[in-house]
């Protein structure tokens, strides 16, 4: 757990997804750079452990339940975000998830379910939370997205489609943006060792990874930490203003092997 550390500029920042994985590593390391955090998902229990870590080393955090699948959760969190601390200069838009299906394979409902958790609900969350933002003229929205969006896979169609539509709902942001104060930015991870995916049953993945190696989505056996992509987060929006970070996409390094002659 990093140590707090005082921060002369003190941003109160909401952390969506915040109970593991990207989330959790943001929340802390926001919170040690002596901004007040609030934190959102739907396992309560974990964000109240998070949150208690991060008081013990002289942070501030909050919690509150976060469902973005459904519309009255995500509304009560937007008032408790606004009300913790005082008014919200960051959001971090991660929550996510993921399941194995292909377009045909997947329920319907699912799909639309996997539309909600990772585009609409994250939408009406920034659009409470985004417009106090405009109004005082200052403000980061970090969106969280996948290189999905870029190197599409198969098995995770609801996902695919809806980061895609996240990144394309982000950019038009950054165009309706300019000049408010509030910068919108992608951070777009690689391949990642967070929990997303840990349901998978042994079979489900022995049967996916074929494919994904047929369209050479499997080059090395690299993936990113969490921590690593918490800090391009705490990094974007510690820019000072005047400079935007638009796009950043973070991809695992690959292991060094015998072979190091030029290519």
Known sequence: MPRFVPHPERRVAVVTGASSGIGAAAAKSLAAAGHPVVLGARRTDRLDELAAAIRSVGGEAAT?????????????????????????????????????????????????????????????????????????????????TSDVVVRQRTHMAGYVAAKSGLEGLARAMQMELEGTGV??????????STEQGTTWSEDTVNAVMPHWSNWGHLR?????????????????????KGTHLTLVEIQPEAPVNGDRSYR
């Not at 639309?112 to 920034?126: C, E, K, S």
């Not at 090395?220 to 000072?240: C, K, N, W, Y």
């Open 64 to 144: 509150a339940a976060l469902d973005l699948t459904d519309d009255a959760s995500i509304d009560a969190f937007a008032k408790t975000a606004q009300e913790a601390f005082g008014p919200v200069d960051v959001v971090v838009s991660n929550a996510g998830d993921v399941h194995p299906e292909s377009a045909l394979g997947v329920d319907p409902d699912d799909f639309v379910r996997a539309i909600q958790i990772n585009l609409t609900g994250a939408h009406r969350l920034i659009s409470r939370l985004g417009r106090p933002m405009v109004e005082a003229g200052h403000g980061d929205l970090v969106f969280v």
């Open 183 to 192: 910068r919108a930015t992608m951070v777009r991870p690689g391949p990642s």
């Open 220 to 240: 090395h056996s690299g993936s990113l930490r969490p921590q690593e992509i918490a800090d391009v987060i705490v990094f974007v929006v510690a820019v000072p």
